[in-house]
Nanobody, 125 residues
Framework: VQLQAFGGGLVQAGNSLRLSCAAS????????LAWFRQATGKEREFIAA????????FYADSVKGRFTISRDNAKSTLYLQMNSLQPEDTAGYFC???????????????????WGQGTQVTVSS
């Protein structure tokens, strides 16, 4: 499956943004999907993951309560609703997919076989 992320931009602190990730080739059928981010000079950081069944989304503590991951399987599209954005949320945001991944590896970037190209989110103070 080919992934394409979009929806990033420049926003002021406290505002919201919604990212999308669409399957440009193939579908998301059976895939666990996730969002990661990577700030300049830092390692790629797990944000959230959601399974094919839409059950029990899993979040990093740093975004819990502010970000919401969701998916529309009929449209093969993944979303990340980001509220109360802060300057420390500034990063490139990447979507990822994998068919075979166990729960304990959801946070691990190397567990995902397919990646989107990333979309930049910049939050000004």
């Amino acid at each position: 499956v080919q992934l394409q992320a979009f929806g990033g931009g420049l926003v002021q602190a406290g505002n919201s943004l919604r990212l999308s990730c669409a399957a440009s080739e193939g579908t998301f059928s059976g895939y666990t999907l996730a969002w990661f981010r990577q700030a300049t000079g830092k390692e790629r950081e797990f944000i959230a993951a959601i399974k094919w069944t839409n059950s029990n989304p899993f979040y990093a503590d740093s975004v819990k309560g502010r970000f919401t991951i969701s998916r529309d399987n009929a449209k093969s599209t993944l979303y990340l609703q980001m509220n109360s954005l802060q300057p420390e949320d500034t990063a490139g945001y990447f979507c990822a997919a994998s068919r075979t991944i166990i729960h304990s590896n959801l946070r691990v970037p190397s567990s995902y076989l397919h990646w989107g190209q990333g979309t930049q989110v910049t939050v000004s103070s």
